[in-house]
Each structure stands twice: as structure tokens, then as C-alpha cells.
């Protein structure tokens, strides 16, 4: 039984760290540096089409000294902006403040914000804006619902997509088919700044929200597996259709995270690497099925610990039976002698 009590010990201290290795993915607490090159903030100098810009836009995109309007509240419109500086950082997290209004009543306006991280930068097309089949990360401000039986979800709807080329965005099923994870969350005029963060570090990547002006962020999106070359730029887009708002961008902030890396991740060549995800099933299987049951959500810290929880209890179980039944053989064998 002292072995076993030493079995159980080092389980739970194995418990422990494996624990703080899930709150560590979730407040790693990394160092971080504003990198101005990347970054769009008021007045918002450096921006034009001259060689010295650092951000350069296009279509219905008007920069005054206190926003960017990537679209006026008008039907059939699109306009985008876009770093000029390729981004060379492997850990990076990206502040966004956003805001979305016009005078369109509940469910009669949209189309949306696009936040980009790409291979290619102004090339319009029918994504919010930007050209399909792109190579990278997009995250979605949706705020018009399109896909009239996809009710289990209420929208402004905020998910992710990361694409190597091949795949287009499905606009009439809301991008269900490519998406990898997302949350509804109430960001068309309100009267207070709305905020999203997007982080990416070590192959993770979280996306947070903070839109009911508490001053905290709300974790909207969360999974691993996620491969993101350095040298893309990042942008923003928007378009209206025949519904329209009001999508400003007020900041775009960069920060750099300050993260160590093994020294084979630091001698591979990050601007080879292909976007991809590594998913526990494909993400064209995130469809609704008929009987109405909705895919499940990518596993976050707390549901990582649960299943490593249920591990641990399941073995230590395992060991108690099998120490009794240890037990009651020897007392067995003894009374045949």
C-alpha cells in the first residue's frame, strides 16, 4: 500500500503541472512590444499610396484624423486597408478597436468586418471585401445572417478561417463549412469602444472580444494546431450589399510576445510554411447535421484539464481494484499452506 500511496502522489503532482500548463495556454503573461510599423493609430500618419506609407487602402476607404470608414452606411459598397510592411514575428497578438452603426433596423443592415493576416494585400473580391481562396488567417465580423436555417446561432456572429488556397467562403451558409471556431457577441452600435484581440503563439490561436464596455476580455475562440507562415500582412475590409452600415476601424495595435522557441522551431524557415490547422476531424465536417446537433467546439484549457482529470481518476481507480484484488489473492494463497 506505501507504493500505491507514492503512486497516487506523483499522479497528483502530475495533476498539478499538467494544470498550470493549461492556465499557461490561456495567461501565458508573455512580455509584449507595441510594433509601430504594423500598427494603425490616430492620426494616422504614414498612411497613402506614396513609397514611405506604411498602410495603404482602397475603394470606398476614407481616413479622417478620428476613424477610418472602410464603408459609408451605403448599399454596394467596399473599401479595405492594408499594412505595407510584411510582418516577421512568429508569437503576435493583434488589438483591434472597431465600430459598427448606421440607421438599419434589427436584421437590416450588414455585411461586415474582415481582419486579415495574408499572403497577398489589395486584392478585391466578394469576401467583405477581400479576394477568395486567399492564403492565411481571416476573422469575420459577420453581421448579417444569410443562411435563414442556421437559427442555432445568433448573429453579429465573429468566427475564424484559415485558408491555404483551396477553399472559398460559402457567404450563403455563413461560412459554417470552413470556419474553426466562433461566438455571437453584440458589437453594432453600442455606445461605448468595442475591442477584439487576436493572439497567436506557438501554434495557438485565441481570439477575444470586449464589447460590453466592462474593460475585459471574453474568450471567443480558442484551438491549437494552427501553422501561420511569417511575411503575410495584415488588413482590414468591409463591404455592403444591399443592406449597409457604418464599419470603422479606430486602431489596429500589433504587439509582439516575447516567447522562446526550440531550436529546431527557430532554424525552420517560417515563411515556407503553409497555413494549415491540425483538426481532431476536418472543418468541412463543422455543418449542422438534420437532427439539429451542432459540431462541437474546439477543445479549450478547461476542457483539456477535464479530460485529463477523467484520465487520472479512471487510473487511480484502476490501481485501487487492482490493489484489492492483489490483496485477496495473497490472502488466498496464504490460507493453502
Known amino acids: 500500500m506505501k ?10 503532482v502530475l495533476l498539478t503541472v499538467e494544470l498550470c500548463l493549461v492556465c ?3 495567461t501565458d503573461g508573455n512580455t509584449e512590444h507595441l510594433k509601430r ?8 500618419q504614414g498612411v497613402g499610396s506614396n513609397p514611405s506609407s506604411q498602410w495603404d487602402f482602397w475603394g470606398s476607404t476614407l481616413v479622417t484624423s478620428s476613424y477610418v470608414r472602410l464603408t459609408p452606411d451605403e448599399r454596394s459598397k467596399q473599401g479595405s486597408i ?14 483591434v478597436q472597431f465600430k459598427v452603426h448606421g440607421s438599419g433596423k434589427k436584421n437590416l443592415h450588414g455585411d461586415g468586418i474582415a481582419i486579415w493576416y495574408t499572403k497577398d494585400r489589395l486584392h478585391p473580391g466578394p469576401v467583405f471585401g477581400n479576394k477568395d ?8 465580423l459577420d453581421t448579417f445572417r444569410n443562411d435563414l436555417h442556421g437559427m442555432d446561432r445568433s448573429f ?3 468566427s475564424a478561417m484559415v485558408n491555404n488556397g483551396s477553399v472559398s467562403y460559402d457567404h450563403g451558409k455563413d461560412g459554417r463549412s470552413s470556419e474553426l471556431g466562433g461566438c455571437s457577441a453584440e458589437i453594432r452600435n453600442r455606445d461605448h469602444d468595442t475591442y477584439l484581440a487576436i493572439r497567436y503563439s506557438k501554434g495557438r490561436l485565441t481570439v477575444m472580444v470586449d464589447v460590453d464596455d466592462k474593460n475585459e476580455w471574453r474568450e ?12 503575410y500582412y495584415f488588413g482590414a475590409s468591409a463591404a455592403t450589399g444591399d443592406l449597409s452600415d457604418n464599419h470603422d476601424i479606430i486602431s489596429m495595435k500589433l504587439y509582439q510576445l516575447m516567447v522562446e522557441h526550440t531550436p529546431e522551431e527557430e532554424n525552420l524557415d517560417w515563411t515556407k510554411i503553409e497555413p494549415s490547422v491540425s483538426l481532431l476531424k476536418s472543418p468541412k465536417d463543422n455543418i449542422d447535421d438534420p437532427t ?21 481518476l479512471g487510473i487511480v481507480v484502476c490501481a485501487v481494484v487492482g490493489a484489492v484484488v492483489f490483496q485477496k489473492r495473497q490472502e488466498r494463497n496464504k490460507r493453502f499452506y
Open 3 to 12: 507504493k500505491f500511496g507514492s503512486f497516487l502522489s506523483s499522479a497528483l
Open 24 to 26: 499557461g495556454d490561456i
Open 37 to 44: 510599423e504594423h500598427s494603425l493609430m490616430k492620426p494616422y
Open 82 to 95: 492594408w499594412n505595407t510592411v510584411p510582418c516577421h514575428l512568429k508569437d503576435w497578438e493583434m488589438h
Open 133 to 140: 481562396q486567399y492564403l492565411g488567417l481571416a476573422i469575420f
Open 156 to 158: 453579429p456572429y465573429i
Open 220 to 231: 471567443c475562440i480558442d484551438i491549437g494546431g494552427v501553422r501561420l507562415p511569417t511575411g
Open 292 to 312: 439539429g446537433n451542432f459540431r462541437g467546439t474546439p477543445l479549450t484549457g478547461w476542457k483539456v484539464f477535464l479530460l485529463l482529470l477523467c484520465a487520472l
